[in-house]
């Protein structure tokens, strides 16, 4: 695969994809007399990338794609990573970013990103290495939410960090330990960087010694942890909720 590469099917995701305009789209296939070739959303961006559209008899496509659930549409493009972190220094106001460490499923880091979007994150970092990175199920998962929340991928999360601390970011990990506080109950306001750690080994101890709060979400139940994208969702929803009243 050429890096940084990537292929999206379906309605939604391939709309998103067209209609940004941010990335270099490769090839667009199409079938004919498809869900796709009939949707609005859809021919209303084609005239943009007209060159790279392929309009593909039923048998064909099916031959080509019938693996997937594309709903008649296929792109491929390249995207969406960014590698230069901004900085936010003269920015004010509620800033909230997430840094996501150690995340190795595909679908937990696909459903982040589009929870993310929809409760206002500004953005999300993952590591250049010990991540699953940002792939095609990745994408697909987020069902379009990638094309909204920029996406960093450094090579050092501990001095992206350090960093954003410099620029007067307040950390706060989740974490469950005797230490955290129950996560409703920390201020998400102003500049927020929330670290996330795998569900099975948790946050790294360096990047914890950099957090000025830890957040936990108690347990009832005899299941001992959230699935990552639900503890995720908690956080970030309260987040909202927070700087929305």
């Not at 789209?25 to 084609?46: C, K, M, N, P, Y």
């Not at 939410?145 to 450094?154: E, R």
């Not at 960093?163 to 927020?192: H, P, R, T």
């Amino acid at each position: 695969m050429i890096k940084n590469q990537h292929t999206i099917y379906g309605i939604n995701g391939s709309g998103a994809v067209l209609a940004s305009r941010k990335y270099k789209v490769i090839d667009i296939f199409i079938q004919s007399g498809s869900q796709a070739e009939r949707d609005s959303t859809i021919t209303q961006t084609l005239n943009y990338h007209g060159g790279r559209v392929n309009i593909i008899k039923a048998e064909h496509f099916k031959a080509k794609f019938g693996r997937l659930r594309t709903q008649g549409i296929v792109v491929i493009f390249n995207g969406p990573v960014e590698e230069q972190l901004p900085s936010f220094k003269s920015k004010s106001g509620n800033i909230g970013l997430l840094v996501l460490d150690r995340i190795e499923d595909p679908q937990n880091l696909g459903q982040i990103i589009r929870t993310a979007e929809c409760a206002g994150i500004g953005g999300i970092i993952i590591p250049k290495h010990d991540s699953c990175g940002i792939t095609d199920t990745v994408i697909q998962v987020s069902q379009g939410a990638f094309t909204q929340i920029p996406i960093y991928q450094v090579s050092n999360l501990h001095q992206t960090i350090t960093n954003l601390k410099d620029e007067d970011f307040w950390v706060i990990a989740m974490e469950n330990s005797l230490k955290a506080k129950e996560w409703y109950k920390i201020d998400y306001s102003g500049k927020i960087l929330i670290i996330i750690g795998s569900e099975g080994r948790g946050i790294k101890k360096l990047l914890l010694e950099k957090s000025d709060f830890k957040a936990t979400i108690p347990m009832e139940g005899k299941t001992n942890s959230l699935n990552v994208s639900a503890a995720v969702s908690a956080v970030i929803f309260e987040r909202l909720r927070q700087i929305s009243t």
